[in-house]
Nanobody, 127 residues
Framework: QLQLVESGGGLVQPGGSLRLSCAAS????????IGWFRQAPGKEREGVSC????????NYADSVKGRFTISRDNAKNTVYLQMNSLKPEDTAVYYC????????????????????WGQGTQVTVSS
């Protein structure tokens, strides 16, 4: 069974940091671009960051550039999202997803390009 599991969410004060993990089971991530998306209450799901299958290409939403860093360790079958300088507007449920062939080499932040999704992890930024 193909499964993605996110972890690392929680409550953090503004300016703090969290590292999210996305672990795969039932398949290897080597062939997949991985995207991180988030959805705040009452808002549509939006792309945050993505990384291609080799890790050589990344993409970030303007709202997180310079604060978030995506990386992958294919040996551990895991992708990470390091989030620094967190703001209250970063509060959301964060999802990771594995992309189809079309985004394997050059990922994009479009939900329609991703086929397998995790259940999400809550990130709350509040004082």
């Amino acid at each position: 069974q193909l499964q993605l599991v996110e972890s690392g969410g929680g409550l953090v004060q503004p300016g703090g940091s969290l590292r999210l993990s996305c672990a795969a089971s039932g398949f290897t991530l080597d062939y997949y671009a991985i995207g991180w998306f988030r959805q705040a209450p009452g808002k549509e799901r939006e792309g945050v960051s993505c990384i291609n299958n080799s890790g050589g290409s990344t993409n970030y939403a303007d709202s997180v550039k310079g604060r978030f860093t995506i990386s992958r360790d294919n040996a551990k079958n895991t992708v990470y999202l390091q989030m620094n300088s967190l703001k209250p507007e970063d509060t959301a449920v964060y999802y990771c997803a594995a992309g189809g062939v079309s985004v394997q080499a050059m990922c994009v932040l479009a939900t329609t390009e991703y086929n397998y999704w995790g259940q999400g992890t809550q990130v709350t930024v509040s004082s």
